[in-house]
């Protein structure tokens, strides 16, 4: 049987209706219910489109210019338009678009920087720390000595001294600042002036304000760090998939990193989306956009907090807010599965004074549908009413479709 290649918009619903209706379903619970994963948005559908374009049947090891496959004359100059995007929008002298996750990024950094059993300081797991920054489960924990800093148990902030003590004791090989779950802006300088004592390198892992910072709503690692790596795909709001940027010194050695150190041949469909995403990132549309993401988390912390819940930090400099519910007489499990009942989609996370679960929830995907402030409001009693049991589940969820239809992620 001959296979079909005309691009047609349901080619799919023709030849796998099974696959298809999978896809409609997770469109559908994408547009009916609220996402509040602070990690998560809506890309543009140029971004989609290029995602699915014949550059995924393309090998292309190597860089441009440089590669092991033939034929790679056009997707070199969809890789080169990507990294001078990236270049130009964050100024970095150096850029890396391959890495397939933020986490690839993470580990090629390591590899350009560190040898195994090296010392590291990073944020620690239970404070906010990726798994990538030393989790006894991945690749980090296992191949270097991590030492975890962390937030104060009253504010929720890093706490700096103690980030300068353990640099003293410790004298870590690099010092990687960056986390998932902390809601204000970082002190990247005092970050380097602490690295700089003590010879460390100073590695960024930016995988979620890095949005913010192309739209100028965030201060910049990369006139400070050494390395910074980020994902294209949270505030971003590019296709799934990571980046390095970095000075012109260090360019040589991140690049092998990459590959053909710990990756094979690029994806050149992603990167091609990535250029499309730097794109629209480099826009005066954009920039209103990652103000709005801030102005919404801001006025959603604090109505959080005039509901009862425990705003960690007392509130947001980011897309990012963390919370206890306990004050509504529910732990965070328990809050993530009654809210999810509700189509209100959010996180658990780790809360800076115990053993507690919070939620983590954020407003880059609410804000790239167009809500404001005012669904803010809604948003925030719907939670706390869901909580607290004073909203029935099958209300609210009913009260979400109503919002998320007034404001839906795709049309057409
Ligand atoms: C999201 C994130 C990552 C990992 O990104 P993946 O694409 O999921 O691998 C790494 N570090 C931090 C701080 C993150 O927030």
Redesign the pocket.
Known sequence: MPVTRTLEADVLRRQDPELAEILLGELDRQSTTLQLIA?ENFSSPAVLSALGSPLANKYAEGYPGARHHGGCEIVDVAERLAVDRAKALFGAEHANVQS???????LAAYAALLRPGDTVLALGLPYG?????GSPANFSGRWFDFVGYGVDAETGLIDYEQVRTLARTHRPKAIVC???AYPRHIDYALFREVADEVGAYLIA????PIGLVAGGAAPSPVPYADVV?A?T??VLRGP???MILCGAELAERVDRAVFPFTQGGAQMHTIAAKAVAFGEAATPAFRLYAHQVVANARALAALLAAEGLVVTTGGTDTHLITADPAPLGVDGRTARGRLAAAGLVLDCCALPHGDARGLRLGTAAVTTQGMGEEEMATIASLLAGVLSGGTESQKARDQVRELTGRFLPYTG
């Open positions: 990690a397939h996750s933020g986490s690839s990024a993470v720390g990726h798994l990538t920054h960056g986390s998932i892992d930016a995988a979620h790596c994902t795909h949270k799934r998939g990571g």
